[in-house]
């Protein structure tokens, strides 16, 4: 990589506009190969999907700490390894056509989409008191697989509520661009844009107006929206000037917003 996120905040949105939330949303099981076939064989041209690290500092996706929801067991997902995790099944619980669908490791994952073409948005997701270290991790291997590339509209976007795992990825892999996930804009939203060099802010949607998206913009920063399931509410933000939206229902949302 020899290009500079900066390059990406100074110009207009470059990727897709419409992402998969958790790559699968309702329509497959969330972080898993399979959601991300799903949405790819819907035309879905980007996916978000949360990545936090295994037992043995290996990144998997996953988006909770705890087994039990979409895992079968009991117990914190960081006292497994990565190999212990792939035997298990992450897609019974959402439909008896996904039993057996495993945990998979984010290499496999990121390796998939960029050869079908499929942008993605990297959400950082660590442990308590991992912020740091998953942060390196998933920058080194994310700047390591991406080494081929020059252009910034082809990089994936790191995402997370911790600063201190985007910092850490910024240190690891400062050419892939970052943005900074919050629930609420913050009042001190632009300090931590700059603090951290992100070149776009992602926060919930019902908790921005058509004003606060206006100074976001003008700022010149990108801006997404999550997780928008609504085909009506998706134009009003893009007519605020919104430029992406996370959404579990891409089967109704985006068909018409390209």
């Excluded at 390059?7 to 949303?25: D, E």
Aim: hydrophobic share 45%; net charge negative.
């Amino acid at each position: 990589m020899s290009v500079s996120a900066n390059v990406v905040s100074a110009a207009r949105w470059p990727y897709p506009r419409i992402l998969a939330h958790r790559g699968g949303g309702v329509l497959a099981p969330e972080n898993t190969l399979a959601g991300m076939r799903e949405a790819h064989a819907r035309g879905i041209r980007g996916v978000e999907f949360d990545v936090m690290l295994a037992a043995d500092d290996v990144p998997i996706l996953m988006h909770d700490t705890q087994l039990g929801r979409t895992v079968p067991g009991h117990g914190d997902v960081g006292a497994l390894d990565s190999e212990e995790l792939s035997r298990m099944d992450a897609g019974a619980w959402f439909h008896p056509r996904f039993e057996g669908e495993p945990v998979p490791r984010m290499e496999d994952v990121v390796q998939w989409l960029r050869e079908h073409d499929v942008w993605m948005n990297i959400e950082i997701k660590p442990r308590a008191g991992h912020d740091v270290d998953t942060g390196q991790v998933v920058g080194q291997m994310v700047r390591e697989l991406f080494a081929d590339t020059s252009d910034p509209a082809r990089l994936p976007l790191f995402s997370s509520f911790s600063a201190k795992a985007l910092a850490a990825a910024r240190n690891a892999a400062p050419d892939v661009p970052r943005g900074l996930l919050v629930e609420g804009v913050p009042a001190d939203w632009l300090a931590r844009l700059q603090a951290l060099g992100c070149v776009s802010l992602h926060c919930r949607h019902d908790m921005l107006d058509a004003a606060l998206a206006r100074c976001i913009k003008e700022a010149g920063y990108g801006l997404m929206c999550y997780t928008v399931n609504d085909p009506d509410r998706a134009r009003e933000l893009f007519s605020w000037g919104v430029d992406a939206i996370c959404t579990d229902r891409y089967d109704i949302v985006g068909v018409d917003l390209y």
